[in-house]
């Protein structure tokens, strides 16, 4: 097997966490290898195409799992340089101040993080820059301090959009300009219209690879391996260290080492690869003493609304706002229920799918020209039943039994309530609604299995997000998440990404 010795740093995913470190590690002239299972989605005409995407699932990983009843489900995740920000929707969200404490909810505690807030501060800020965040400060009643401003201002609302806006306004909810991750387009204006859910061709979409990766390796001191899937980490005899990684590269296994070895594969991989490695000195998983390592995975609760009223909606772009009010307590309880965003338009076969039993024989175009697209976030709380586990084949148990859906439930019946007294002000009839809450192979905001914390028996990593049990190993995905909130993740893993490459530099 051939070895590789000439690096600082590896780091294992080319995602929103492990682009990111890279970046910085970089840039601070640490020769860093990533090492990225899958390859570069091709610039093509499918990228944009909605039946190649949505429904063949062109980039989709081609991976079977199994859910709690041995039942097997392809997982919506994406293998490809910059993992799954290829196809985010770039909302680019601080967490709320109060997120980073404990916080009661409907399904019990949210647990608080070993961190406050002040400590990711001025990392938030720094990925802002990277990731070009459009936004507008003090306008969202529930933003944080924050200690620069955005670089970019908040994106233009489109005339309808720009009506419902008001309309919230004038019933008194708390609409604010959503941060969106997008570069300077050569065209203005950029052309949006398949957003979420789609690679961009035009790469105005912020993601990790366009903004971090090609960053760091443009420094001269990065290496990427694509097709490169790492299979098990090794130890010294003592167990006290990583001596080297094993990767699959085509027919080819080759071992890696380095002072410095770093998980980014996302939450569910990165616990995977742990008890993949297990050994004598680590006989459940590396750096599993806890036997927390694949627990308390969190997924968020999802949903897709679609509000057909009979206002046309012809915005391409429409996810420019998102709303405040059902956060935290307010008027609808004591209780939080969680965020509610615009998103990017559906596409026509998936609202066909959608609407066939609500509004048979309605046109899905038709549907589509008087409708407003939304997403909803519930917070999930972290359970030891949600965990990642392996088969006695090698391959992904994923076992996810939902926490804290009332919060969920509560969301939608506001957002429906509110949503139908905007077109009431103008006289319209309430919109017909369209729902789909997404099941558990929708892991787009997986995180919780590496949780850090200060104390080796409640957590997997310590406050530097370096495993309690192995020197050089750090993580710097949604792995390390102790609550998953109810914003966006992925600013938060790119901030947190910034703070553990600031730790490594200043520990090379
Ligand atoms: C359609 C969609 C819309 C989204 N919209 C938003 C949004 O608007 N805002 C937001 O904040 N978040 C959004 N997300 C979620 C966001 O993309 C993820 O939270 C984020 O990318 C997770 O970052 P990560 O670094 O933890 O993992 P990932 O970005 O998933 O990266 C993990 C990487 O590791 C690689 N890998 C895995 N295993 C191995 C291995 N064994 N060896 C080598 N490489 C490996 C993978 O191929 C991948 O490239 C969205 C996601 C999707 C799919």
Redesign the pocket.
Known sequence: MAQHTSFDVLV????????TLAWRLARAGRRVLV????DFIPRERENWDPHAVQVLGRYG?DEQWYDADERPFRP??????????K???????RMRESDFGEVRHHGGVSPAWPVGYAALEPYYGMAEQLYCVHGRRGVDPLDPPASTPYPFDAMPHEPRIAELYDDLERLGHRPYPLPLGLRPAADAPPRLALF??YPDPTETKAD?HVVALRGALASGNATLWTG????QLITDARGRSVTGVV?ERGPERTSVSAPVVVL????I??A??LLRSANDRHPHGLANGSGLVGCNLMTHHNGLLLAYGEAENPSPFQKTFGVADFYRDGRHGALPLGSVQLMGRMHLQGIAELARESLPGVDAAEIAAHSIDVFLTAEDLPSPRNRVSLRSDGSLRVEYHPTNLGAYEGLLAQTCRMLAAADALHGRRAPVFLHQRLGSSGV????GTLRFGTDAATSVLDVDCRAHELDNLYV????VFPSSAA?????T?MAN?LRVAERIDARL
Do not use: F
């Open positions: 294992i995913g080319s995602g929103a966490g492990g682009s090492l990225e299972r899958g990983a919506y995740t994406h293998y490809c340089v910059g993992g799954n920000t196809l985010y929707g770039a909302a680019l969200l979420d859910g990790a490169a899937k790492v299979v990767v980014a594969c996302g939450a991989n990165s995977a690869l787009t905001h997986q995180c710097a995905d949604s792995s914003v966006n993740p992925s600013l893993i990404a």
